[in-house]
């Protein structure tokens, strides 16, 4: 799924760019990204699009949405003090009482979902704090790769950060494929079936699909990159991790059940949390 999600979203950005270019008229003063930021927005790519999303879907399918995406209220205070470190930003006390208001927004969920389950699966959680962690550090690295060069559309680090991802996907599809071997050397079977998996799926389904890609990975992160590039680091996490709620929401409708207390209190907080960030 990650593979099909990535390969959508580099041809999108396939078509995209050149329009972008031609729009703007750039097309003969275009200067690519230095060596240094085509690295970085590579490595970007396998850590964070790559690898860190597999941990993700892994803890979706473990330990669900909601309670996967709560962790990300660690993410504003990692990237906070990443920012303060190496790139100088500031850490008021503003922006403090707002990740507050939004950090209690997981900790109300979490709350819940302890109330419903009583346990928390460890394999689901290491597999979310693995992707957290890994998404964190490809926000890091995408800084960085726009600090060496300011001039580098967000489309163009988002188009080489797929690349990354699906170079990441090749490895970990190969050293799956000889560790199987290793076990069975007549197992002849695809490691990754991108279009035999794909065209396997119902009309609907391959719609859902679709338009997860065009919402998710390939629009979201555009102008979530847009916002790396200039924004402040923590701020924007700090209303990224706003996810369990929408989720929660979601679930919600989905399912047909009526919003809890929790979600009322956890919506609260994030109205407030948001205010004092905008203000």
């Not at 200039?230 to 709620?245: E, K």
């Amino acid at each position: 799924m990650n593979t099909v999600k990535a390969g959508v979203a580099l041809i999108l950005l396939c078509v995209t760019l050149p329009i972008l270019f031609w729009i703007n008229g750039t097309f003969e003063t275009w200067r690519p990204p230095t060596d240094f930021s085509s690295s970085m927005f590579l490595l970007s790519g396998a850590l964070g699009l790559g690898i860190g999303d597999l941990f993700l879907l892994g803890a979706f399918i473990r330990i669900g949405v909601s309670r996967t995406l709560m962790l990300y209220g660690f993410q504003p205070l990692i990237l906070g003090a990443a920012g303060f470190l190496f790139f100088d930003q500031t850490f008021d006390s503003q922006r403090w009482v707002a990740i507050a208001f939004l950090i209690g927004c997981l900790v109300i969920f979490s709350l819940e979902r302890y109330r419903e389950t009583k346990s928390w699966e460890l394999p689901g959680l290491a597999m979310a704090i693995i992707g957290v962690t890994m998404d964190s550090s490809g926000v890091l690295i995408t800084r960085l790769a726009f600090e060496d060069s300011p001039s580098t559309h967000p489309l163009e680090g988002h188009f080489v950060r797929c690349i990354g991802a699906l170079l990441a996907y090749m490895v970990v599809a190969l050293a799956i494929k000889v560790r199987r071997r290793q076990k069975n050397p007549h197992d002849t079977r695809p490691v990754i079936g991108i279009f035999s998996h794909f065209l396997s799926f119902d009309a609907k389904s391959k719609a859902l699909i679709l338009l997860g890609c065009f919402g998710g990975t390939y629009l979201s992160l555009c102008l979530y990159l847009t916002a790396i590039q200039i924004g402040h680091l923590a701020s924007i996490s700090a209303i990224a991790i706003t996810g369990p709620m929408f989720a929660a929401l979601l679930e919600s409708v989905i399912h047909k059940r009526r919003p809890t207390v929790y979600l009322a209190i956890a919506f609260l907080l994030f109205l407030g949390g948001f205010a004092v960030l905008m203000a």
